[in-house]
């Protein structure tokens, strides 16, 4: 593999600089549980503790398929040498993935960068939430709440997916995406585990003038307290660190409210 990769730094700054620059551009996400779930050994398999995804050979073909665009449009977040304490790195075996991937995109960048502007640079998160609040929003998750308002603005659609082995229902959620007003929004986030990275390539081929934001679970972060919280599958990452993300979470509030 020859791609370049990009660190959480440079990812968040280059993500910045492309919403600064009002261009569309998709980020999609692949955490250790997308690259396992590549895997040919994965088929039939349920593969993910948070999402519980039934992997069909249908579904290990998508997640590879909208691995390999190479746009400079199309950003795709990899944990590849994302060497962090918590970066799940570890939990793959790259080697398998050269094997089933004919074709890596030519630059690659963090999958971890903004959950990780959250933990570890608060204001930079906050700025990426800044370009967002002014935006109509499409939300794809299993969870809706209020307070993230806060971070994306007033003007959220909100369009539910199973909380657990979406991809299913990709097909269905895919027809929902396609048939709401494109005037309706300008900005799709996307938080909604393996769902996500399944939709990425249709979606970036059929709505080429919207900008599409993986999240992640960087959003259970944002409604901690809340009702939907406690029906969570915590990820470690959030598990471990509940007084940073509470602290960092009314920073972020209270830097909104002094604006």
């Avoid at 955490?31 to 349920?46: E, H, L, R, T």
């Avoid at 948070?50 to 795709?76: G, H």
Wanted: hydrophobic content about 35%; some cysteine; glycine content about 6%.
């Amino acid at each position: 593999m020859n791609s370049t990769i990009y660190g959480n730094k440079e990812t968040v700054n280059i993500i910045l600089d492309k919403l600064k620059s009002k261009v569309p551009f998709t980020y999609i996400r692949y955490g250790d549980g997308d690259f396992i779930a590549m895997y040919p050994q994965s088929v039939n398999k349920v593969i993910g503790n948070a999402n519980k995804s039934f992997i069909t050979e249908e579904i290990r073909r998508k997640l590879i398929e909208s691995y390999e665009i190479d746009k400079p449009n199309y950003l795709v977040g990899t944990l590849n040498t994302i060497i962090h304490p918590r970066s799940q790195y570890h939990n793959v075996d790259f080697k398998k993935i050269n094997g089933v991937v004919k074709n890596h995109p030519s630059s690659l960048y963090s999958a971890i960068g903004i959950q990780e502007a959250f933990m570890e640079d608060w204001k930079k998160f906050a700025e990426i939430c800044k370009y967002i609040q002014h935006k109509k929003v499409l939300y794809i998750n299993h969870y809706y709440e209020p307070i993230l308002t806060k971070f994306f603005g007033n003007n959220i659609q909100h369009i539910e997916v199973p909380q657990y082995n979406a991809t299913e229902k990709h097909s269905e959620v895919l027809y929902k995406i396609l048939n709401t007003d494109v005037h309706s929004y300008d900005i799709i986030i996307l938080s909604c585990g393996q769902l996500a990275r399944v939709l990425a390539k249709d979606l970036f081929n059929r709505l080429p003038g919207k900008t599409i934001i993986d999240f992640g679970s960087t959003t259970d972060k944002l409604i901690i307290g809340t009702p939907s919280f406690e029906k969570l599958t915590l990820r470690s990452h959030i598990s471990k660190n509940k007084n940073l993300i509470t602290s960092n979470l009314n920073k972020i509030i209270s830097y909104f409210g002094a604006d």
